[in-house]
């Protein structure tokens, strides 16, 4: 997996500009406010170049990724039998949250079609936001049913 290069966002996104963006996704449109802040707060941004893994099959998730801009592709599939299915996303999709909820490792590659800035939650931050806040962790256990 390709490195990405990492800043915060305070220093380059704003984070009001992240919540904002945050409240028109899905997972997310039924939070208050605040939360949606404090979410917004704890990621980072990564950008990847065109051609870079963002998340790799099989292993387990260490991030949830929200795309900020860029397109990126998902490929569906197994070591075995090849890719089945590919999936484009682009602005907005969440990426890797499964895995990070259930435990189960990575079902799909996810590759930069062109230039990506993702937004990211490590593991440690994402299970911290879903213990301060209920609604956080309601929102995601919906996902899973």
């Given at each position: 997996?390709?490195?990405?290069?990492?800043?915060?966002?305070?220093?380059?996104?704003?984070?009001?500009?992240?919540?904002?963006?945050?409240?028109?996704?899905?997972?997310?449109?039924?939070?208050?406010?605040?939360?949606i802040v404090d979410i917004a707060g704890s990621m980072t941004n990564?950008?990847?170049?065109?051609?870079?893994?963002?998340?790799?099959?099989?292993?387990?998730?260490?991030?949830?990724?929200?795309?900020?801009?860029?397109?990126?592709?998902?490929?569906?599939?197994?070591?075995?039998?090849?890719?089945?299915?590919?999936?484009?996303?682009?602005?907005?999709?969440?990426?890797?949250?499964?895995?990070?909820?259930?435990?189960?490792?990575?079902?799909?590659?996810?590759?930069?079609?062109?230039?990506?800035?993702?937004?990211s939650l490590n593991r440690e931050s994402f299970h911290k936001l879903?213990?301060?806040?209920?609604?956080?962790?309601?929102?995601?256990?919906?996902?899973?049913?």
């Amino acid at each position: 997996m390709t490195k990405p290069k990492k800043s915060n966002l305070k220093k380059s996104i704003d984070t009001d500009e992240v919540a904002i963006f945050l409240s028109g996704i899905k997972i997310f449109q039924h939070l208050d406010y605040d939360v949606i802040v404090d979410i917004a707060g704890s990621m980072t941004n990564e950008s990847f170049i065109s051609g870079d893994l963002l998340i790799k099959r099989g292993v387990s998730g260490t991030k949830m990724y929200i795309v900020w801009a860029g397109d990126v592709l998902v490929e569906v599939g197994d070591d075995r039998r090849g890719v089945a299915k590919e999936i484009s996303l682009r602005r907005g999709a969440v990426i890797g949250e499964i895995s990070m909820l259930s435990g189960k490792k990575l079902t799909a590659n996810v590759i930069a079609k062109s230039n990506v800035i993702a937004l990211s939650l490590n593991r440690e931050s994402f299970h911290k936001l879903i213990r301060q806040h209920e609604s956080f962790a309601n929102a995601l256990s919906e996902l899973m049913s």
